[in-house]
């Protein structure tokens, strides 16, 4: 049985638990057996919502987006506020109580399957990271209300199915909001890579990088790599073959024009570039997606 708070709705707000019947069959659909959920709602100012559990079997997400809720994770105590995304995975035992001066408005989902480890790792939660930052984020809140559309479909089973697959797109979405609001707050990221897109037909050096925001190389690189994931000139890389495909798809200009227009003079080159990144060759690749 889901375990959701006991907490009295009032009518602004929301809960919606999933029948047995239903969850069973979630559990045995090949569209949703390794992921779904068992329970979702919002929470509007919940005033004297508290829960304590030893023993959860499932697992629990909150997007708080106002007011603030004290927790105790594990014997580890911390604080949710708005623009914070809470997971409280199967098995972990947790209590939290809403601030009686400022009691959080949540969105939330209980949710298990095969695949939920997985997710959470990907969304960047651990053991010792129980609460992400996101901000105030529209996508999310939209990404929730995508469940909560289900209702008043009476349990039917292409309504369960859909919010099983929107609970999928919810959380494939947070690695990305999370890239989205780091990139905003590194200004130096913006100027980075505005420069890259206004000299794709040119050939760019780390030098030059480097020298619009006031760093060495090797320490530009390193901060970098950091803040993304990858260099900085394979970036300027991927960007031109991006520009490269569009140029494939919507232009009859040759392989050999288009790398010119880019800056390489030699077309082998930039070709043997295209096909490592792209896995094919451009001659493929124009060939594919025109026929």
């Known amino acids: 049985m889901t375990q959701t708070s006991q907490w009295p709705v009032p009518a602004d707000s929301i809960r919606y638990v999933l029948p047995a019947p239903a969850i069973k069959a979630l559990s045995e659909h090949p569209l949703t057996k390794e992921l779904y959920p068992l329970a ?66 949540i969105h939330w989902v209980h949710y298990t399957g095969p695949l939920a480890e997985e997710f959470h790792h990907y969304m960047g939660f651990s053991d010792a990271i129980r609460v992400l930052h996101l901000g105030q984020q529209p996508r999310v809140l939209v990404d929730f209300n995508g469940l ?3 209702q008043q479909t009476g349990f039917r089973s292409k309504g369960l199915i859909h919010a099983a697959n929107r609970l999928r797109q919810l959380l494939t979405a947070i690695p990305l909001t999370l890239d989205a609001t780091s990139m905003a707050q590194q200004p130096d990221l913006d100027i980075i890579h505005n420069f890259m897109r206004e000299h794709l ?20 690189a390193t901060r970098y790599r950091a803040q993304t994931g990858t260099t900085p000139i394979q970036h300027f890389l ?30 082998y080159y930039f070709s043997r570039l295209f096909k490592k990144v792209m896995g094919q060759s451009p001659s493929h690749y124009r060939h594919t997606n025109r026929h």
């Open 40 to 105: 979702f709602g919002h929470y509007r100012n919940a005033l004297g919502h508290h829960m304590h559990r030893e023993h959860h079997r499932d697992n629990l997400l909150i997007y708080c987006t106002e007011g603030r809720a004290f927790l105790n994770v594990e014997g580890v105590p911390c604080t949710a506020e708005a623009g914070d995304l809470v997971l409280l995975p199967a098995g972990v035992s947790h209590r939290y109580t809403a601030d009686p001066d400022n009691p959080w408005t």
């Open 148 to 150: 909560l559309s289900v």
């Open 201 to 220: 037909e040119e050939r760019i050096t780390l030098d030059q990088l480097a020298d619009l925001v006031g760093l060495s190389p090797p320490h530009f």
């Open 238 to 267: 991927h960007l031109k073959v991006e520009r490269a495909c569009q140029l494939l798809d919507t232009s009859n200009r040759s392989f050999a024009q288009i790398s010119a227009s880019l800056g390489y003079d030699d077309a």
